[in-house]
């Protein structure tokens, strides 16, 4: 029996006879496709008395809007588009990766790395073009005046630090369940071949397992999201106020 590392799933690895094509790049296409499905369903598929695919689709569209109303306000509105898209994306992408040989594009952290700094760095500017040069209040807390150049350094660095601490809290929960799934499912094969009987008892633990991670997947995109949504929020409302 040849045995794998469990962290062996989460290499990136080119596809033979392509120079550009890796394992990397398969889940975003596939992501991307299913997007521009759905858009295909939207627009020609719409009924008055919805299917159970457009009631799911409604259902995650007003989940995602309430996020945005409760966290944003009516601020927030203009931006509901992006916010509800990188949902779906990450959705997308940690659903994919629950799929039998499916590849996880969110536990690769530099591709993770790449979204959250360009979202951070995005928000940093809407904040900035918003309130010109107040934004920069948001780095000054009320404190002593002796206190206040090491504060201004502890609120700048933590304000930096979101960007990376999106990026490691995705990638670190999706690399974790995945692995957990793996060892527990190599860990069945051997039993069977002890007593192929086993397989039946413990195929309800892999399948709670299984279970659990569909789970995690919803609550990893929707912890990215809401976060998302009060890092916009602190730069959409006044600072000092």
Request: include cysteine; aromatic fraction near 22%; charged fraction near 5%.
């Amino acid at each position: 029996m040849v045995f794998h590392s469990p962290l062996e799933q989460f290499d990136s690895i080119f596809i033979p006879a392509t120079f550009w094509l890796n394992s990397t790049l398969i889940p975003l296409i596939i992501a991307n496709f299913l997007v521009l499905l759905i858009i295909y369903f939207y627009k020609f598929e719409f009924t008055l008395i919805p299917s159970f695919w457009q009631l799911a689709l409604e259902k995650i569209y007003l989940f995602v809007f309430g996020i945005v109303e409760q966290q944003i306000g009516i601020k927030g509105f203009i931006y509901f588009p992006l916010i509800f898209s990188v949902f779906f994306f990450i959705l997308l992408c940690n659903l994919i990766s629950m799929t039998p040989f499916g590849i996880a594009l969110t536990s690769h952290i530099f591709m993770m790395f790449f979204l959250s700094l360009t979202l951070g760095f995005s928000i940093f500017l809407i904040g900035l073009i918003t309130h010109n040069l107040h934004f920069f209040k948001l780095f000054i807390p009320e404190c002593p005046f002796f206190l206040l150049p090491f504060l201004i350094c502890i609120e700048i660095f933590s304000y930096i630090i979101r960007c990376f601490s999106l990026a490691i809290r995705l990638s670190a929960n999706i690399i974790a369940g995945h692995t957990l799934v793996y060892i527990i499912a190599s860990f069945i094969l051997n039993v069977v071949y002890i007593r192929f009987w086993f397989f039946f008892i413990f195929i309800f633990l892999i399948a709670a397992v299984l279970v659990l991670e569909i789970g995690v997947a919803f609550l990893q995109a929707y912890v990215f999201t809401i976060l998302i949504c009060i890092y916009l929020a602190d730069s959409l409302k006044v600072p000092g106020h």
